[in-house]
């Protein structure tokens, strides 16, 4: 299990406008309970990468769609130019290098203040490369577009490591489209082009550029927009299955590896998986089964049930915290503290 200050993960989002704001709250609340802290993503998840489609040489719109979500209008999905070749694709930057050295700066700010425990990293959370190409281009011309974006997309992570130092780094991949619309089917056609052997080397690739004195950890999602998840798993079984098979992929180990858990899930059919989850020792697990909704008493259930399959594991949230009032921010990082303490 995660020990002393590794109980606790956040993973990425808060309802605040400033970075500064994160570690100022975040910072003192979990102090000798998480051991990295993000920068809150003021910036957005994949809506923000996937604006470099756009201005992309050698991608033009393709009359297929897609829809992030049921209940939102479909968007039109990118395909290469008639004539134009995958590998002559020339992507716009992305910026998520810019982004976290700014955030970087606010942290040794935020820690020389005395805000953030010494020991402390600074955690990037970033979506997949196939966050932005499973979702917005067409399902045909996914394996052949993903390898150039990957590229593209990893020169960036490789600023980030060379800018800061990696003692106190550490880079999480954020595992929702994979999930969401290629396993469980809300893109039609996407798993035929993009099956789980093809998204976990895709997965293992991305934590592999990640070089092994920066911890590197791996947040699978089902997607939060509004507070809810797209889609409700039915299990941990999915999850299970596409860690499994990144991890016998990986040429470096995993730090950790997060799953989210729905609040009215403190059931053995969810958590029953996880006795399959093959696990290294030295990868720390932390299970996303905090909800302010029903407090420390319905967190203290789904622990319980947990403990039965699951190996030794930290707590978090299920996914982001963008969508609470920043005025509900103390309560909830108390509510990490308490949990953690129930471990």
């Not at 998204?199 to 920066?214: D, H, N, Q, T, Y």
């Not at 927009?225 to 299955?241: D, F, N, Q």
Request: proline residues 10%; contains cysteine.
């Amino acid at each position: 299990m995660p020990k002393g200050d590794r109980r606790v993960l956040l993973v990425g989002s808060f309802p605040f406008k400033t970075e500064r704001e994160v570690f100022e709250a975040a910072g003192p609340a979990l102090a000798g309970y998480a051991a990295r802290l993000p920068d809150g993503e003021a910036q957005g998840w994949n809506t923000f990468p996937a604006a470099t489609l756009k201005q992309a040489q050698g991608l033009e719109p393709s009359a297929q769609t897609a829809r992030a979500q049921p209940d939102l209008p479909p968007y039109p999905l990118w395909q290469i130019e008639s004539g134009a070749r995958a590998e002559d694709i020339v992507f716009a930057p992305v910026g998520y290098d810019t982004i976290a050295l700014r955030s970087y700066t606010a942290f040794v700010a935020a820690r020389q203040a005395g805000h953030i425990a010494p020991g402390t990293r600074f955690q990037v959370s970033l979506p997949t490369p196939f966050a932005t190409i499973g979702a917005r281009v067409i399902p045909e011309q996914v394996p052949a577009v993903l390898p150039v974006f990957e590229q593209h997309f990893f020169r960036e992570v490789d600023a980030i490591v060379r800018a800061i130092p990696a003692q106190d780094l550490a880079i999480q991949w954020d595992v929702a489209v994979e999930i969401i619309q290629a396993l469980h089917g809300n893109r039609p056609g996407l798993l035929q082009h993009a099956p789980m052997p093809f998204l976990a080397a895709a997965l293992a690739r991305a934590i592999g550029r990640v070089p092994a004195e920066v911890e590197a950890g791996m947040h699978l999602c089902y997607g939060n927009p509004g507070g809810r998840h797209i889609i409700e798993p039915p299990s941990t079984g999915v999850m299970v299955a596409l860690a499994n098979d990144v991890l016998s992929r990986l040429s470096r180990p995993l730090t950790w590896l997060h799953m989210p858990v729905p609040r009215d899930r403190d059931d053995d059919a969810y958590f029953a998986p996880l006795r399959d989850l093959r696990l290294p020792p030295a990868t720390q697990f932390y299970l996303g089964l905090v909800h302010l909704t029903d407090g420390i008493e319905g967190t203290r259930r789904r622990i319980a049930t947990a403990k039965k399959y699951a190996p030794d594991f930290g707590v978090g949230w299920e996914c982001g915290l963008r969508a609470f009032p920043a005025d509900t921010i103390s309560d909830l990082l108390r509510l990490h503290r308490e949990a953690a303490e129930l471990l």
